[in-house]
Structures are given as structure tokens and as C-alpha cells.
């Protein structure tokens, strides 16, 4: 099954046989919510991606199931009545770091993020350091629930954010 995601994320990427490409075989994504009332985190070691180390195009699948809450109650209200896992059991984000040079450090990502069975175009701030096996990304950045149609009921506005923080650490190696 692993196998078939990764071929997946490859044809998504568009690698080609000559271009030099990267598998991330570690990954770490959490959202934090910050609300008044209470804060409610999640982690989330499922994450694929794939990069064209060429062009710069990169792709995340994320399996939303995939995020453990400290609280077991907390993720079944997360699966069945927020994130709608068995509607929408992914995550995706396409696209292109912009002005790729082939080099580290800061960079702009521009693509599309699907998630909750909406489609939006983002831009998101990462950093590319160089590691023993490959490099590694890491960005933190907030998503807006309304606009992926993420419905919180009125009576828990206290207890989730309208925004959420999302950190991701993906390790990437050769393949």
C-alpha cells in the first residue's frame, strides 16, 4: 500500500526518469488551536512527499486519520464531526517552490491545499536545510477553517480557533 502512495505522489509530481528525486521517509505535522477556553493539539507521522529536486515541484498527501489528540473522545469528534474522515480521508497540497535555484534556506511555496473537500490556493514560508541523507522542510503556518468549510458548532466557538497553527517537518532522502 505504501509503495502504491509513493508511485502515486511520484506520477503527481511529474518526476522524471532524469530529474533527481526526493522521498520524505520521516515526516511530523501538528495543528495547535489556541481558544479561549482550551487549546487542543495534534500530531500526525503519516505525511508523503515527493520533490523534483530539478524543478522545485513538490506534493503532500496527508491521511487525516492519521492525527493522535492526547484525548480519545477529542479525535473521534475530530473524524466524524469535523474533519469528516470517511468523506474526505486526505489531505493534499501541490505545487512549486518559487524561483527555485536548487539552494538552502528560506523559501515561498505556491500551490493549491485541498483538505475537507476544498481547493485552495496558498502560499506558505518554509526553510530547506541540508541534512546527512538528503535536506529537511520545515514550515509553520495557519489555515482559516471557514475556508475549507471546517463548521464549528456556536456552542464550542470558545474552544477551537477560527485559525489553526500548522507546523510540518518533512526529512527527505534520495531515491
Known amino acids: 500500500m505504501i509503495r502504491i502512495s509513493i508511485f502515486s505522489i511520484l506520477l503527481l509530481v511529474g518526476l522524471s526518469a532524469e530529474a533527481q528525486k526526493y522521498i520524505a521517509d520521516s515526516s511530523y505535522v501538528r495543528f495547535y488551536s489556541s481558544a479561549p477556553v482550551e487549546d487542543i493539539a495534534a500530531d500526525n507521522v503519516e505525511g508523503q512527499s515527493a520533490m523534483n529536486w ?9 491521511p487525516i486519520r492519521g492525527f493522535q489528540f492526547e484525548e480519545e473522545l477529542m479525535q473521534e469528534h475530530f473524524n466524524e464531526n469535523y474533519m469528516e474522515t470517511e468523506k474526505y480521508p486526505k489531505a493534499t497540497l501541490t505545487g512549486k517552490i518559487l524561483n527555485w535555484d536548487q539552494s538552502y534556506g528560506a523559501k515561498k511555496f505556491k500551490g ?26 520545515d514550515s509553520k503556518f495557519f489555515i482559516t477553517l471557514e475556508d475549507y468549510k471546517i463548521k464549528i458548532p456556536s456552542a464550542l466557538f470558545y474552544n477551537i480557533a477560527e485559525k489553526v ?3 510540518v517537518h518533512f526529512e527527505y532522502a534520495a531515491k
Do not use: A
Not at 54 to 62: D, K
Not at 121 to 134: F, H, M, P
Open 112 to 137: 493549491e491545499f485541498s483538505i475537507h473537500g476544498v481547493q485552495q490556493k496558498v502560499e506558505i514560508d518554509g526553510t530547506l536545510t541540508q541534512s546527512k541523507k538528503g535536506f529537511n522542510l
Open 165 to 167: 497553527e500548522v507546523t
Open 54 to 62: 530539478e524543478t522545485g515541484e513538490m506534493v503532500f498527501v496527508m
